[in-house]
């Protein structure tokens, strides 16, 4: 990037937002009129982890072909499926309790 990705900006409003960016310029914190995110990412630039002061901690995992396969929450675990052309062809959901999956 030539002049690089926004680092902030503040609207008529006076709401300012505020960005930082690792050395391969992906979002790693974001900051809106005071609410806060943070992003993790793995090799191939997932995002793997989302921490927010409005939505709590959320992990998110993928398959060998950077497809999503789990979304997890303090409350819920979502695991997807594919078929093999990657059409999504499942989604499951489970409740969290104590940290751990809860059968149904």
Known sequence: MQFGPLKSLTWGNGISLSHSYDQDYRLTEQTVDGWNSQYGYDANSNITSLQSSLL????YSYDALDRLTEE????????YTYDAV???TGKSVTPIAN????AR
Do not use: K
Not at 56 to 59: A, K, S, V
Not at 99 to 102: A, D, H, I, S, T
């Open 56 to 59: 709590g901690n959320l992990n």
């Open 72 to 79: 997890q929450n303090a409350d819920l675990q979502q695991t």
């Open 86 to 88: 990657g059409n999504r």
């Open 99 to 102: 940290g751990e999956p809860q």
